[in-house]
Structure formats: structure tokens, C-alpha cells
């Protein structure tokens, strides 16, 4: 039996929407999968319990378990063992709760892999930072090789500066950096319905295949399928037609000014005079990372 863990110290940054949708395409791929909800908050066994019941369209593919894990690596991986035979798996997912590291600790030293999702927020770079650390001490408890360990940009806004960077300042944490995942409404309309992305937007055109387009194996535990999900619904919003002109329009040219009922400066590069040129370079990026002798958050 596999594991994988989803784990990070601070909320908000996609860990029960990760977990979920991975368990449910892995779950699609063929394999018997367990998911097992660790969070208090029961957020997982709120979202299957919208879904339709009795196995019907809509409903998820896999079991879905709420389990605590704070009462230690024994009784966790006891109560473990029992659920996984009786729902068949042969993979677990864990959906670990936020703020507690000693859960987090459990998992982890169960975990052939361990999953941190981060947003692109200092505040959660630092949040998994120390998720990193635990996942990094479960692994130095153990052999010295598992869990292996991989990064998942999440909620990703595109053509924003901190999107571009984060994937950089992930990698100075010294572990693999999985494709991102941006922010999608789909993912939230698929929450309130009880269903998995695959499900909801498999006929959207950016969410083409969904489930088929999962990986035929996971060579290394899960993380084929997590690689594979983050590509097949990180898809850019669709981009919609210009506005045709109004009726009686007179089409623009240099230095006219374009007739919308509005009036505007007339189309040219020039500036009034005592005005602020403009800007030549583009914006640095945010130093996501603290270092020794700069602000974590400069510009």
C-alpha cells in the first residue's frame, strides 16, 4: 500500500482541493484509492457528502474517511490498517490538517510521498517552509530516502509577477517543484456540487479529457498522477472577442481620437507637458525568499 501525504502548516492554499482531486484521478486511473480526511474541519467528507448518493453519476470514485491524527504515529497507522482493507486500497491519500505539525509529523513518517501546496503569498512561502522542514524530518526518522518530497504551486493567478516567481522560490527550498495549478472557478462551482474537476468541467474546453488524460502508472507514488493533474486543468481563462465598433464609428488613425461616446486622448505616444514619462523597464519582481541583509517583501 502507497501513500500520499498533503500537508502545509497554514490554510487557505488549495490542500483539501489537491487531495481530493488527485484521490479521485488516481481513483479513475484504475487504482483502488482511499482518501483519508485528518482534517477537523472535515472538509473532504463535507465535499463528498454533496455529491449524489448511492454511486450515481456525479459521485465520487473513491471511499472517503474522516480519521484523526493526533493521537500519534501508532493509533493513526492502527486505524490506518484497518480502513485501508476494508475499502480494498491500495493507495491512501491523507488530506492532513493545517497548523498542527504533529499530525503533519505522523503523516509524513507514513507517507511514501508528501505533498506541500503553496500559494503565492510570502506568508504561505514561510508557512511551507516548515512544512518542508517536517516532511524533512520524517524523512531523516526513516531511511533517509522517503518520503520523497515535492512542491505544488497553487491558486496561481496568471500574468501576475508573483506567479512567475514563485516557482523559483520554491525551488530554493532544496525539493522537486511539481507544474502549477492556477485558480480556476470551476474548481470552487465543482466544491458546492459534490464533484471532482474531471467531473464537472469535463466537457469545458480549457478541462479537455480530464481523467484520461491521468498517467497509465505512477512509477513513483502519485507523483506521475499529481504532475499529470496539475497539467491537465491548468488551462488559461478563454479569451473573449474584441467589441466590434458602434454603428457610425469613425475608425482610428494617428493622432484622432476614437469616437465610443466617450472622449479620449487622441491616440498617440506623447505625453502632456510636466506629466511622468513612460516607464522604460518593467517592475523587479518580488524577493519572495528572506535573506540575510534584504526585506523578504521588497520591490
Not at 502545509?8 to 490542500?15: A, I, P, R, S, T
Request: aromatic share 2%; net charge positive; with cysteine.
Amino acid at each position: 500500500m502507497q501513500i500520499i501525504s498533503v500537508i502545509n502548516l497554514k490554510g487557505g492554499v488549495g490542500k483539501t482541493t489537491i487531495a481530493l482531486n488527485l484521490a479521485a484521478t488516481l481513483a479513475d486511473q484504475g487504482h483502488q484509492v482511499l482518501l483519508i480526511d485528518a482534517d477537523p474541519q472535515r472538509s473532504a467528507t463535507q465535499w463528498a457528502q454533496q455529491g449524489p448518493a448511492g454511486g450515481g453519476a456525479g459521485a465520487l470514485p473513491m471511499a472517503v474517511e474522516p480519521l484523526q491524527a493526533d493521537d500519534g504515529a501508532p493509533q493513526f497507522q492502527a486505524a490506518l490498517a484497518q480502513l485501508a482493507p476494508a475499502a480494498q486500497a491500495t493507495l491512501v491519500v491523507i488530506d492532513c490538517p493545517p497548523e498542527l505539525s504533529d499530525p503533519a509529523l505522523v503523516a509524513a513518517l507514513l507517507a511514501d510521498l508528501v505533498l506541500v501546496p503553496v500559494t503565492p503569498s510570502p506568508l504561505d512561502l514561510w508557512a511551507a517552509t516548515q512544512a518542508v522542514a517536517t516532511a524533512q524530518e520524517a524523512r531523516a526518522l526513516r531511511d533517509g530516502v522517503k518520503p520523497l518530497i515535492a512542491l505544488v504551486p497553487s491558486k496561481l493567478l496568471p500574468q501576475t509577477i508573483l506567479a512567475r516567481d514563485l516557482p523559483a522560490a520554491l525551488a530554493a527550498l532544496g525539493e522537486p517543484v511539481a507544474p502549477a495549478i492556477t485558480q480556476r472557478v470551476a474548481l470552487v462551482e465543482a466544491i458546492v456540487l459534490g464533484q471532482t474537476i474531471s467531473t464537472y468541467a469535463k466537457t469545458s474546453p480549457d478541462a479537455p479529457g480530464g481523467a484520461q488524460r491521468a498517467p497509465a502508472a505512477v512509477a513513483e507514488p502519485g507523483a506521475g498522477a499529481a504532475r499529470r493533474f496539475s497539467q491537465s486543468h491548468d488551462h488559461p481563462a478563454p479569451r473573449h472577442a474584441p467589441r466590434p465598433p458602434l454603428a457610425g464609428a469613425r475608425p482610428a488613425g494617428p493622432g484622432r481620437q476614437v469616437d465610443r461616446g466617450l472622449r479620449t486622448h487622441p491616440r498617440s505616444h506623447s505625453r502632456p507637458a510636466g506629466a511622468r514619462p513612460w516607464p522604460r523597464d518593467p517592475p523587479r519582481p518580488l524577493a519572495l525568499l528572506p535573506t540575510a541583509d534584504k526585506s523578504p517583501c521588497r520591490q
